[in-house]
Every structure is written in structure tokens, then in C-alpha cells.
């Protein structure tokens, strides 16, 4: 989709993961390169906490890497996004498009010992779409019929197209096809929730690894909401247990990546990410691994809270006074690109065509570096709007590299003639919680794919889309989008 208008400031692609991989004291060779190593424990790294392992409410990577770990849906994704059966024996759409029919496996059981059936992801399901749960991802289930009904509060949850006519047969009702739906049903969000347990620790439910239910591959213990360290053990109760390799994952959250590289070298960590300054050193050893993914790295501005904000002159100026190649390039040096537009490239392809989805949707000017342009439209859009000096906070987490990041941001900003700017740094927590309060002048967001379609990224900039924080709206914006994917808005 090609579009003119200046959405919001886009910093930064981050599509390339650098990570060297190697041997801990706890995974030693053995001498057969096929023969594996009798104690599968494995030390792992992760840049955020957890936020929450509620699956209805868990929106953050911090969350949902876990719950991947954890839990288990319909399907789950293969190599290159091919879909997999999770706990679907089998599928019957109809010929329009609009019933699914999955047959659901006897065999899995929660972590409590309790069987897993159909009516599990009813309750969820429903749970997620309440507007009461405030889900941050209840917008995934846009084409299950009525519910817009429900996010307008004309219809009940219990309403949602979706019903379990036996335990092991689960039948969900779209409003229009969705060419994306099996997708998305590999995604947390539609995993399946034990009604017993959510009821049982009420607000406690998924605060820690005590007051959590789920179903997946690994048993979660040693996490009580806040700590930065937590195990994860293979899970006898898992259908296909025979299949999960390793006996042990241990995680601990490594903010800086120094800290993990020595750990790395003290074999006390298996896996590292590696900073931009480090890359050199060390891309040329055989662990030395490079990751290509979807995600992207925008700024969302609070156009309730800051007036200026609103001018689309200043937000122009903002955008244009970030040199987003050097960002990606010399500061972050990671593996980030500068970016062609808000979807990120290399993650989808047209079909007919083969053309990357950025390549055809570019717009040079929506993402172009002018210093001297963005200061004119910085002079005209501060007249407009009667001002001469405006303050703005800059919110993000506090890893390595998100400091990095907002002090390049503050060192450009502070460009434009009567611009200051104030840095916050912050555990992943607070930024979301802030983010999500509107407690932000800026805030810098990343988006990483949950299913591979544009959608995915294109949504989140409507009006009804409860993770646009930054409120900015433009309604033929939402009226080409849900024209072109047949969607039905909540206005």
C-alpha cells in the first residue's frame, strides 16, 4: 500500500540477531558429532524480564518467548512460517471460508495433571475479547464473528464465534475469511487458558511461576514476577515430550552485552547477543551465528498529552532530522538497516510477484534524512502551533541498546531550534506500563512479527488498535486498510 502521509517517526529496522553459540559447562561434546551430550541443560540470555505469562494480557517479546516455551495452541510455525499441527489432529474449513472444524489430541494435559480440552480455548478465547481483560492483542481476533459486537458492548464475550461441541472438538465462526488465520492461531494469544486456575489466583494469575497454568513443552519454576533469573525443565506431562531435546533451560536476564560475553567466555552462558562493537571480533569464529527476523524500531509521539504534536509539520521535522542509515550503521551496528517504510523488509512477499512488501510500498519521503528541511519544517510547524520552545521526555527500556538508541535520538532533536529533550531509561516493565498509560512525550516502540503478513504491522497504526499509543489517527488511513483487507473497524 503506498501512503503519503507521515504516520509516525520510523528510526530503525531491526532485522538482523548476532549471537555466537557455543558449549557451557553443562553441554560438553562428546566424540560423535551425532551423539548427544547426556545432560541437555542449556544456559540462556534474554534482554528482558517477564512482564506477565498471562496469556491475555502478556503483549511484550519478554512475555510471549515464554510462553512459546510454555504453552501450546492449535499450531505451531515451522521452518519459514509453514504451519504445523500443536494440539489439531486435523482441520475441515468450508468452502467459504467461514468454519473451522479442529479435531484436538486427548493426550495433553496442563501442568496441574489436568486434561486440555476444547472448552479451554472457548474460555479463553472469550476471556481474551472481554473488554473488562483490556488484552492488548484482542484486535487478532477482528475476523471471528461478533466481535465488534463485543468490543462495542453490544454483545457479551460469550457471544464470539466460537463453541466446543465435545471436549476434543473445537469449531470457531469468522464474519469474512481471513487468509491469515491459521497463523495467528500459533500465536499465544489463542492458546488455550485453564478457566479453574484464572479463577483460582484471580489478579495473581500469571504473576509468577506459581500461580500459572499451561501446557506446552517445558515446566516453568524459579520466577515470582520480578526476579531476573528462571528455569525451565522438560515437561512429562507434554504429548510429544519425546521430542524435546533438551532437559533443562536456564535463563537470566543480561541487560548489557558485555556482561554476557564474559559470562559467554567463563562458559557459564551458552548462547550470547552480541553489540554492534563486538561483531568484529568475533564474525569470523565458527559460532559466530547471524539471525535474520521481522521487526521494526518506531517512535510513537503522544498526541493526546503534547498539542505540538498534532502538527503534522512537527512530526514531519522530527522524522526528518534522524539520519536513520547512521543509526543502524555506526551506532546500533548490529545487523539493523535503515527502513523503507513501517513494515519491515525481507518478511513478506507477494505472492505473485516475489517483490519484498517494503520494496513495493517505499516512500522515500516518508522516511528520508533532510537536516536543513527538517528545521524549515520545524520553524513553520512551531508557528502554526504558537510556540517557540517545547520540551518532550524520551522514553525507553534501559538495555544497551536502547540507551544508545534515544542518546543518538536526543543528540539529533536537540537540532531543531528550541527543542530540548529529557531521557528516560527504564526496565521493560515500566516502559510498557508507561506506554500503555499514555505516561510518554515519546516513546521508542519495537514491533517483531507474531504471523507473516503485512497486517501484522499495518494495524497497529488504526484508531481501534489498543498498542497505537501514540493516538494518531487519520481515517482514510483506516478506510483504504480495511478496504484492502476486508477487515470490520471498530468505530
Given at each position: 500500500?503506498?501512503?503519503?502521509?507521515?504516520?509516525?517517526?520510523?528510526?530503525?529496522?531491526?532485522?538482523?540477531?548476532?549471537?555466537?553459540?557455543?558449549?557451557?559447562?553443562?553441554?560438553?561434546?562428546?566424540?560423535?558429532?551425532?551423539?548427544?551430550?547426556?545432560?541437555?541443560?542449556?544456559?540462556l540470555s534474554t534482554s528482558s524480564e517477564i512482564s506477565t505469562l498471562d496469556i491475555a494480557k502478556a503483549s511484550d517479546?519478554?512475555?510471549?518467548?515464554?510462553?512459546?516455551?510454555?504453552?501450546?495452541?492449535?499450531?505451531?510455525?515451522?521452518?519459514?512460517?509453514?504451519?504445523?499441527?500443536?494440539?489439531?489432529?486435523?482441520?475441515?474449513?468450508?468452502?467459504?471460508?467461514?468454519?473451522?472444524?479442529?479435531?484436538?489430541?486427548?493426550?495433553?494435559?496442563?501442568?496441574?495433571?489436568?486434561?486440555?480440552?476444547?472448552?479451554?480455548?472457548?474460555y479463553g478465547w472469550r476471556r481474551v475479547v472481554n473488554p473488562k481483560t483490556a488484552a492488548g492483542y484482542s484486535y487478532l481476533f477482528e475476523g471471528v464473528k461478533n466481535y465488534s459486537a463485543i468490543q462495542k458492548g453490544h454483545l457479551s464475550a460469550n457471544k464470539l464465534g466460537v463453541y466446543a461441541p465435545n471436549s476434543h472438538t473445537l469449531v470457531v465462526k469468522l464474519s469474512h475469511p481471513v487468509p491469515y488465520f491459521k497463523l495467528l492461531l500459533?500465536?499465544?494469544?489463542?492458546?488455550?487458558?485453564?478457566?479453574?486456575?484464572?479463577?483460582?489466583?484471580?489478579?495473581?494469575?500469571?504473576?509468577?511461576?506459581?500461580?500459572?497454568?499451561?501446557?506446552?513443552?517445558?515446566?516453568?519454576?524459579?520466577?515470582?514476577?520480578?526476579?531476573?533469573?528462571?528455569?525451565?525443565?522438560?515437561?512429562?506431562?507434554?504429548?510429544?515430550?519425546?521430542?524435546?531435546?533438551?532437559?533443562?533451560?536456564?535463563?537470566?536476564?543480561?541487560?548489557?552485552?558485555?556482561?554476557?560475553?564474559?559470562?559467554?567466555?567463563?562458559?557459564?552462558?551458552?548462547?550470547?547477543?552480541?553489540?554492534?562493537?563486538?561483531?568484529?571480533?568475533?564474525?569470523?569464529?565458527?559460532?559466530?551465528?547471524?539471525?535474520?527476523?521481522?521487526?521494526?524500531?518506531?517512535?510513537?509521539m503522544n498526541q493526546k498529552r503534547v498539542k505540538a504534536l498534532k502538527n503534522t509539520k512537527v512530526r514531519q521535522a522530527l522524522s526528518r532530522i534522524i539520519n536513520k542509515q547512521t543509526l543502524a550503521s555506526q551506532v546500533l551496528r548490529d545487523g539493523s538497516t535503515a527502513p523503507k517504510g513501517f513494515v519491515s523488509t525481507n518478511f513478506f512477499r507477494n505472492p505473485k510477484t516475489g517483490a519484498d512488501f517494503a520494496k513495493d510500498a517505499y516512500e522515500k519521503d516518508g522516511v528520508a534524512y533532510n537536516q536543513s528541511q527538517a528545521k524549515k519544517l520545524w520553524q513553520q510547524g512551531m508557528k502554526q502551533v504558537g510556540q517557540k520552545k517545547l520540551h518532550l521526555s524520551l522514553l525507553s527500556d534501559d538495555t544497551d541498546q536502547s540507551k544508545k538508541t534515544t542518546q543518538y535520538l536526543q543528540s539529533q532533536f536537540n537540532k531543531l531550534p528550541g527543542l530540548s529533550i529529557t531521557i528516560h531509561n527504564v526496565p521493560t516493565k515500566s516502559k510498557l506500563s508507561r506506554s500503555t498509560s499514555g505516561d510518554f512525550d515519546l516513546v521508542v516502540s519495537s514491533w517483531g512479527a507474531d504471523f507473516a503478513d503485512p497486517i501484522n504491522f499495518l494495524d497497529l497504526l488504526t484508531k481501534s488498535n489498543p498498542t497505537n499509543n501514540g493516538h494518531w489517527v487519520n481515517a482514510t488511513y483506516d478506510k483504504k486498510l480495511f478496504s484492502i483487507f476486508d477487515f470490520d473497524p471498530i468505530i
Amino acid at each position: 500500500m503506498k501512503f503519503n502521509k507521515h504516520l509516525l517517526l520510523i528510526t530503525g529496522v531491526l532485522a538482523v540477531m548476532l549471537v555466537l553459540a557455543g558449549c557451557g559447562n553443562n553441554s560438553s561434546s562428546t566424540k560423535s558429532s551425532k551423539q548427544m551430550a547426556k545432560d541437555q541443560t542449556i544456559n540462556l540470555s534474554t534482554s528482558s524480564e517477564i512482564s506477565t505469562l498471562d496469556i491475555a494480557k502478556a503483549s511484550d517479546s519478554g512475555s510471549l518467548t515464554p510462553l512459546y516455551q510454555i504453552s501450546e495452541g492449535i499450531y505451531r510455525l515451522g521452518p519459514k512460517s509453514k504451519v504445523e499441527n500443536g494440539l489439531a489432529t486435523s482441520t475441515k474449513v468450508s468452502n467459504d471460508g467461514l468454519t473451522y472444524t479442529f479435531k484436538l489430541r486427548t493426550n495433553d494435559k496442563w501442568n496441574n495433571g489436568q486434561p486440555v480440552t476444547a472448552k479451554d480455548f472457548v474460555y479463553g478465547w472469550r476471556r481474551v475479547v472481554n473488554p473488562k481483560t483490556a488484552a492488548g492483542y484482542s484486535y487478532l481476533f477482528e475476523g471471528v464473528k461478533n466481535y465488534s459486537a463485543i468490543q462495542k458492548g453490544h454483545l457479551s464475550a460469550n457471544k464470539l464465534g466460537v463453541y466446543a461441541p465435545n471436549s476434543h472438538t473445537l469449531v470457531v465462526k469468522l464474519s469474512h475469511p481471513v487468509p491469515y488465520f491459521k497463523l495467528l492461531l500459533a500465536f499465544p494469544t489463542f492458546f488455550p487458558q485453564q478457566e479453574s486456575a484464572v479463577k483460582k489466583y484471580g489478579s495473581r494469575y500469571g504473576t509468577s511461576s506459581a500461580t500459572t497454568a499451561y501446557n506446552g513443552p517445558f515446566v516453568l519454576s524459579k520466577w515470582n514476577g520480578t526476579s531476573d533469573t528462571w528455569t525451565m525443565t522438560k515437561n512429562p506431562n507434554y504429548w510429544d515430550k519425546k521430542h524435546v531435546k533438551a532437559h533443562q533451560l536456564d535463563f537470566q536476564v543480561i541487560k548489557t552485552p558485555s556482561t554476557g560475553l564474559s559470562l559467554y567466555q567463563q562458559n557459564k552462558l551458552d548462547v550470547i547477543s552480541l553489540s554492534g562493537e563486538e561483531v568484529p571480533t568475533y564474525k569470523n569464529r565458527p559460532e559466530f551465528k547471524k539471525f535474520v527476523g521481522g521487526s521494526t524500531m518506531y517512535l510513537e509521539m503522544n498526541q493526546k498529552r503534547v498539542k505540538a504534536l498534532k502538527n503534522t509539520k512537527v512530526r514531519q521535522a522530527l522524522s526528518r532530522i534522524i539520519n536513520k542509515q547512521t543509526l543502524a550503521s555506526q551506532v546500533l551496528r548490529d545487523g539493523s538497516t535503515a527502513p523503507k517504510g513501517f513494515v519491515s523488509t525481507n518478511f513478506f512477499r507477494n505472492p505473485k510477484t516475489g517483490a519484498d512488501f517494503a520494496k513495493d510500498a517505499y516512500e522515500k519521503d516518508g522516511v528520508a534524512y533532510n537536516q536543513s528541511q527538517a528545521k524549515k519544517l520545524w520553524q513553520q510547524g512551531m508557528k502554526q502551533v504558537g510556540q517557540k520552545k517545547l520540551h518532550l521526555s524520551l522514553l525507553s527500556d534501559d538495555t544497551d541498546q536502547s540507551k544508545k538508541t534515544t542518546q543518538y535520538l536526543q543528540s539529533q532533536f536537540n537540532k531543531l531550534p528550541g527543542l530540548s529533550i529529557t531521557i528516560h531509561n527504564v526496565p521493560t516493565k515500566s516502559k510498557l506500563s508507561r506506554s500503555t498509560s499514555g505516561d510518554f512525550d515519546l516513546v521508542v516502540s519495537s514491533w517483531g512479527a507474531d504471523f507473516a503478513d503485512p497486517i501484522n504491522f499495518l494495524d497497529l497504526l488504526t484508531k481501534s488498535n489498543p498498542t497505537n499509543n501514540g493516538h494518531w489517527v487519520n481515517a482514510t488511513y483506516d478506510k483504504k486498510l480495511f478496504s484492502i483487507f476486508d477487515f470490520d473497524p471498530i468505530i
